[in-house]
Nanobody, 115 residues
Framework: QVQLVESGGGLVQPGGSLRLSCVASASAFSIHVMGWYRQAPGKGRELVATITSGGVKNYADSVKGRFTISRGGAKNTVYLQMNSLNPEDTAVYYC?????????WGQGTQVTVSS
């Protein structure tokens, strides 16, 4: 069982920035992919960005050039730097980790972009 603990959400004005963090309880050696998904009110959960253990990154078209995903030195931590935020980025952001056999989700952190 892998537990994921997210932090860094909050309220920000349009054009502002936030940095999300997620720490996994599992050893980094067992995690193949980490990433972020989001779910806006009334919508389904969608991919934001992922990063593999080898450092390959993938982004949703809607966040390319604005968001940056990275992993910490211990490799069981993932970050999401979000710049140029707009109201359409408002959602609950979920951390995700994929081991060899299972995918795991964090509890989510709210990001609200509003003036």
């Amino acid at each position: 069982q892998v537990q994921l603990v997210e932090s860094g959400g909050g309220l920000v004005q349009p054009g502002g920035s936030l940095r999300l963090s997620c720490v996994a309880s599992a050893s980094a050696f067992s995690i193949h992919v980490m990433g972020w998904y989001r779910q806006a009110p009334g919508k389904g959960r969608e991919l934001v960005a992922t990063i593999t253990s080898g450092g390959v990154k993938n982004y949703a078209d809607s966040v390319k050039g604005r968001f940056t995903i990275s992993r910490g030195g211990a490799k069981n931590t993932v970050y999401l730097q979000m710049n140029s935020l707009n109201p359409e980025d408002t959602a609950v952001y979920y951390c995700y980790a994929l081991t060899g056999a299972h995918g795991y989700w964090g509890q989510g952190t709210q990001v609200t972009v509003s003036s």
